[in-house]
């Protein structure tokens, strides 16, 4: 009994069953039925087509948004969302078109601009913004929203419809919006990224057709059927479609025309880019946050000596730091090192610069610049920029000629000292004679020996001292000592210079002259160049050949000699100098023989300064020129008044006598004043007499035969020589006033005295004994038949002189 039950239940179910299968397969049979029954084949391949192409459309214009500039993207996106609700728009009215031909149907207009409105916004909006959204879920939204934006625009284009009743069925409607829903949000999801665009295009496909044709198939319409005469077509629907349709074909052109155009711009400067990246002078490296090498080229591989077969795209950074290692010998943990350094590059957020140096010389400058998804390195090669550095270096800081350290150098070493508080010692040499060389023997002969001088200087200076030549023949050493030690090594210094220089067949002997000052008595590297240079000043001052030490004093002794040779200026410029003259008496008859014109100078604050005080300055700064030059003319002026048997005495000095000007200044003197040249006499001391004897003796005989008297003046107290009375053109000696003073009491003096004057009547020249003071002196001159005499005893210098003529004395101006 139970088992027949069962029996008949499940012959219940099963037939129930069937029953359903069978009622559903008759539906959709006849839903397919009613749908091709509905819908004319040639308007929904029209549709169809026509999705198709926008779909495509649709893709490109979502590529070209993706990789747009900031600028242009904003209308590509436009651009998108217009095309993509009016194609979705276009679509359906299309395949509305071949709906239902039976039926007279018309369309509101207003209604039907308000449903290609809400394609635009409802499915082109979210379409466009999927491009711009920058994760998958937000992409993945807003194409299930462009989605269900379809569904939308299909009920609001239904709406359009008029004169006519239709029933639509919710389950239909909600179908297609999931169907445009998820298959919309596929597409969007995808493009550009791991799709491509024919399954995108596609999904589009699916996702507008599918909606409409569902929501289609579950919509009913009743109304008016037409006259079997008149066409089924709805004129103004028609005039919409088409200038839809117009509009997509027309956009798809313009695609097709900016895909081509782009495409080759792209292929064109992808084609420039990898040759400029191959020609380029620098290497290249991309490497990926997982250190994979990505981009390369071959200027890299021939900077660290690579094979193109050792490298590849998709190898690891640490494959290819083993073989840049393999390439130039460099062991594991060098590798290592590198590797590690790549590593901490990387992980920076700012850019790194390094220099790496190999071991055949080449230097590599390496940048490397963090990016998003890992960094590009920058090799470039700066050995021939750093050799080049290296030589201006060199030049900036070296003498080109004897390797030595130059002038900027030693200050910046001083400056060094200074700041270290290094106690040391600074020496400034200056090559005595230097010039002559120069001169005589040509800039050949004067470099070589440059040369030697600094390598002698050097030798002495050993491996702790610094030298530098800081121009011409000025040389200078920074010696890490006391001021005592220091003066030991610049004897040496002096010593070691002056020996002999032989070059070829030519032997050269100079001396040098040093100053030297200890950190001790400076306060800056200024204060100490300051003070040596005055100590070498001082030693070339007191005759060269020596090393003299700063002491305090110097420096206000430099300032004073400064401003007495800016008084010098001055008095020269305003008059300030005036002659007073001493007479000149013989001893035959005691008259007066001439005058001696002696230069006075009344400072209006020093009162009265001495010549020997300032007449040496004036010969250093060469002053003594344009002030010789004034007392020949103002002597030869004044002695033109005075009786014609008396002469004018003028002294010269050495450097007045080495001018070229000397004769020039001695004739235009003459010429101005008008005074015979027999009554003019010059007066030079020995040391002037014996710096250039073949000089000297022309310019003498220049000077006699013009009528000019010489007089040789101090004689015995310079560089005396008896060769001078013989071979010189002199017509009087001047006994000078020291041996005069001493000749009563001192019996060698007296010798002298009695030489000079026996000499003088033997070579028929005239004696003078300078500084007769008292009865005693001038009675001894005239047992000894001395000449004349001068001195207080006659006379006091006075710039009024009177004038000895017959035994009556005349004041003369």
């Given at each position: 009994m139970i088992a027949e039950l069962r029996e008949k239940i499940l012959f219940t179910i099963i037939f129930n069953r069937q029953e359903t299968l069978c009622t559903q397969y008759y539906c959709m049979q006849s839903l397919l039925i009613s749908l091709v029954d509905s819908q004319s084949l040639s308007f929904i391949v029209a549709a169809a087509t026509i999705c198709t192409f926008s779909a495509w459309l649709l893709v490109s214009l979502i590529h070209y948004a993706e990789v747009g500039s900031t600028t242009t993207r904003r209308w590509w996106l436009l651009g998108t969302a217009v095309v993509a609700g009016t194609s979705v728009w276009t679509t359906h009215f299309v395949a509305m078109l071949g709906y239902r031909t039976d039926l007279v149907l018309?369309?509101?207009?207003?209604?039907?601009?308000?449903?290609?409105?809400?394609?635009?916004?409802?499915?082109?909006?979210?379409?466009?913004?999927?491009?711009?959204?920058?994760?998958?879920?937000?992409?993945?939204?807003?194409?299930?929203?462009?989605?269900?934006?379809?569904?939308?625009?299909?009920?609001?284009?239904?709406?359009?419809?008029?004169?006519?009743?239709?029933?639509?069925?919710?389950?239909?409607?909600?179908?297609?919006?999931?169907?445009?829903?998820?298959?919309?949000?596929?597409?969007?999801?995808?493009?550009?990224?791991?799709?491509?665009?024919?399954?995108?295009?596609?999904?589009?496909?699916?996702?507008?057709?599918?909606?409409?044709?569902?929501?289609?198939?579950?919509?009913?319409?009743?109304?008016?059927?037409?006259?079997?005469?008149?066409?089924?077509?709805?004129?103004?629907?028609?005039?919409?479609?088409?200038?839809?349709?117009?509009?997509?074909?027309?956009?798809?052109?313009?695609?097709?025309?900016?895909?081509?155009?782009?495409?080759?711009?792209?292929?064109?400067?992808?084609?420039?880019?990898?040759?400029?990246?191959?020609?380029?002078?620098?290497?290249?490296?991309?490497?990926?946050?997982?250190?994979?090498?990505?981009?390369?080229?071959?200027?890299?591989?021939?900077?660290?000596?690579?094979?193109?077969?050792?490298?590849?795209?998709?190898?690891?950074?640490?494959?290819?730091?083993?073989?840049?290692?393999?390439?130039?010998?460099?062991?594991?943990?060098?590798?290592?090192?590198?590797?590690?350094?790549?590593?901490?590059?990387?992980?920076?957020?700012?850019?790194?610069?390094?220099?790496?140096?190999?071991?055949?010389?080449?230097?590599?400058?390496?940048?490397?610049?963090?990016?998003?998804?890992?960094?590009?390195?920058?090799?470039?090669?700066?050995?021939?920029?750093?050799?080049?550095?290296?030589?201006?270096?060199?030049?900036?800081?070296?003498?080109?000629?004897?390797?030595?350290?130059?002038?900027?150098?030693?200050?910046?070493?001083?400056?060094?000292?200074?700041?270290?508080?290094?106690?040391?010692?600074?020496?400034?040499?200056?090559?005595?004679?230097?010039?002559?060389?120069?001169?005589?023997?040509?800039?050949?002969?004067?470099?070589?020996?440059?040369?030697?001088?600094?390598?002698?200087?050097?030798?002495?200076?050993?491996?702790?001292?610094?030298?530098?030549?800081?121009?011409?023949?000025?040389?200078?050493?920074?010696?890490?000592m006391d001021a005592e030690v220091a003066m030991s090594l610049a004897e040496r210094i002096v010593i070691a210079i002056e020996k002999p220089y032989a070059f070829d067949d030519l032997t050269i002997v100079i001396g040098c002259s040093i100053g030297v000052c200890s950190t001790e008595d400076r306060a800056s590297p200024t204060d100490l160049m300051q003070r040596t240079d005055i100590a070498l000043y001082e030693a070339k001052r007191q005759g060269r050949g020596r090393a003299t030490r700063y002491t305090p004093g110097m420096i206000e002794a430099v300032a004073d000699r400064h401003l007495l040779e800016s008084d010098i200026r001055f008095a020269l410029s305003e008059g300030q100098f005036h002659l007073a003259y001493q007479p000149i008496m013989a001893l035959a008859d005691d008259t007066i023989l001439g005058f001696e014109a002696l230069i006075r100078w009344p400072h209006p604050t020093r009162g009265l300064v001495s010549p020997a005080t300032f007449i040496p300055l004036a010969e250093e700064t060469g002053l003594i020129l344009p002030i010789g030059r004034w007392v020949l003319e103002e002597a030869c002026r004044q002695a033109v008044a005075w009786p014609t048997d008396q002469h004018v005495a003028v002294n010269i000095s050495a450097v007045q006598f080495r001018s070229p000007m000397l004769l020039a200044h001695i004739t235009s003197a003459l010429a101005k004043s008008g005074l015979p040249a027999s009554r003019l006499e010059i007066e030079l001391t020995e040391t002037a007499l014996v710096e250039d004897g073949p000089q000297i003796a022309h310019t003498l005989l220049a000077l006699r035969e013009l009528g000019i008297k010489i007089a040789m003046d101090d004689f015995g107290t310079g560089y005396s020589s008896l060769a001078h009375l013989r071979d010189l053109p002199l017509d009087r000696i001047k006994i000078d006033r020291s041996f005069v003073a001493a000749a009563l009491e001192d019996k060698h003096s007296m010798a002298v005295v009695k030489a000079i004057t026996q000499m003088g009547r033997d070579m028929n020249i005239l004696t003078i004994a300078e500084g007769v003071e008292d009865a005693n002196q001038l009675a001894l001159l005239r047992a000894l038949d001395c000449d004349a005499v001068q001195g207080y005893l006659i006379g006091h210098p006075e710039r009024l002189i009177s004038v000895f003529k017959n035994g009556a004395q005349v004041r003369a101006a």
């Open positions: 018309s369309y509101n207009f207003n209604t039907t601009m308000v449903s290609a409105a809400a394609a635009i916004v409802a499915v082109g909006l979210p379409f466009a913004l999927s491009i711009i959204c920058p994760r998958g879920w937000m992409r993945l939204v807003a194409g299930a929203a462009s989605g269900l934006g379809i569904g939308v625009m299909h009920i609001s284009g239904m709406a359009a419809l008029e004169n006519c009743g239709q029933v639509q069925s919710l389950g239909f409607n909600v179908l297609a919006c999931l169907i445009g829903a998820a298959c919309m949000a596929l597409a969007l999801v995808r493009p550009g990224r791991t799709g491509s665009r024919l399954v995108t295009t596609s999904l589009i496909v699916v996702a507008v057709c599918g909606t409409h044709f569902v929501s289609i198939a579950g919509t009913v319409l009743t109304g008016e059927r037409v006259d079997q005469l008149l066409p089924g077509v709805q004129v103004a629907l028609s005039v919409l479609a088409a200038t839809g349709a117009a509009i997509l074909l027309f956009g798809t052109l313009l695609a097709l025309t900016a895909a081509k155009r782009f495409d080759t711009q792209e292929t064109e400067h992808a084609r420039v880019l990898a040759t400029a990246l191959q020609k380029m002078s620098n290497g290249i490296l991309k490497v990926s946050a997982s250190e994979i090498v990505e981009l390369y080229n071959e200027r890299l591989c021939a900077m660290l000596k690579l094979a193109p077969s050792d490298m590849a795209s998709g190898m690891r950074l640490a494959a290819f730091l083993e073989c840049v290692g393999r390439a130039n010998g460099w062991e594991a943990d060098r590798v290592a090192r590198v590797l590690a350094n790549h590593r901490a590059w990387m992980a920076r957020d700012d850019e790194t610069r390094v220099e790496h140096s190999f071991e055949d010389g080449r230097i590599l400058s390496i940048a490397c610049q963090p990016i998003e998804d890992g960094a590009v390195l920058t090799f470039d090669d700066i050995t021939q920029a750093k050799q080049a550095q290296r030589e201006i270096s060199l030049l900036a800081y070296h003498d080109p000629l004897t390797g030595l350290a130059n002038r900027r150098s030693l200050l910046e070493r001083l400056a060094q000292a200074h700041d270290e508080e290094q106690p040391s010692t600074l020496l400034l040499i200056d090559l005595d004679r230097f010039k002559a060389v120069n001169d005589t023997f040509g800039h050949g002969i004067g470099d070589r020996l440059l040369v030697s001088v600094a390598s002698r200087l050097s030798e002495l200076a050993g491996e702790t001292a610094f030298v530098a030549r800081l121009g011409g023949d000025e040389m200078a050493l920074i010696a890490r």
